[in-house]
């Protein structure tokens, strides 16, 4: 629990307020997907499932796992082992849990029409762009330590960094990285 439910230093014994924070986290991607493209009741049952599968899922690889540990976990040699296994889940736990790969994703695309998709496929691209924007922003403010700009400076490298390059599927912890 101490390696895999690590939030910011504070530890979930059992995974229980991470399971609630993946739950919530579930329902606000199913709202927002709401505002998005007006989705039926049956949609959003779909969904709710789909989400709900891959909370369990995730919990399930770290029930495997524990039970691998118990037996080793005062073996030194096994233990690397053991690590190879949880330094994924710990991966897992801190990215994108509805994103592509996941049975929600799946089943997003197989659950809204052509119209509702298409919609949501723009509010994706222009919700990437922002981010991107945002990450190439802190890049140049991190340059402006060593070389200051004009306004004018500024915006045009923010705009020509943006047009020329292509955006990211997805933004992380190396956003940064990505950028330079």
Known sequence: ????????????????????????????RIEELDRMCSLNEAQKKKLELAARGDVV???????????????????????????QEIHPLQLA????????????YK?????LTAEQMQRYATAEESRRKYQYRAAI???VAQLE?????????RED???????????PKRLGQYAQQVVY
């Open 145 to 153: 330590a060593h070389v200051p700009l004009l306004e004018k400076q």
């Open 93 to 104: 736990m801190n990215s994108e849990q509805f994103g592509e790969g996941s049975f929600f």
């Open 157 to 167: 490298l923010i705009e020509l960094t943006l047009n020329e390059t292509r955006i």
């Open 1 to 28: 629990d101490q390696w895999v439910f690590n939030l910011d230093g504070v530890v979930d014994k059992g995974g229980m307020n991470t399971r609630k924070r993946l739950d919530a986290l579930a329902v606000s």
């Open 57 to 83: 899922g995730l919990f399930d690889q770290v029930d495997g796992v524990r039970i691998k540990f118990r037996p080793i976990r005062n073996d030194q040699n096994k233990f690397n082992q053991i690590w």
């Open 107 to 111: 089943c997003l695309a197989k659950t």
């Open 137 to 139: 922003s802190l890049v």
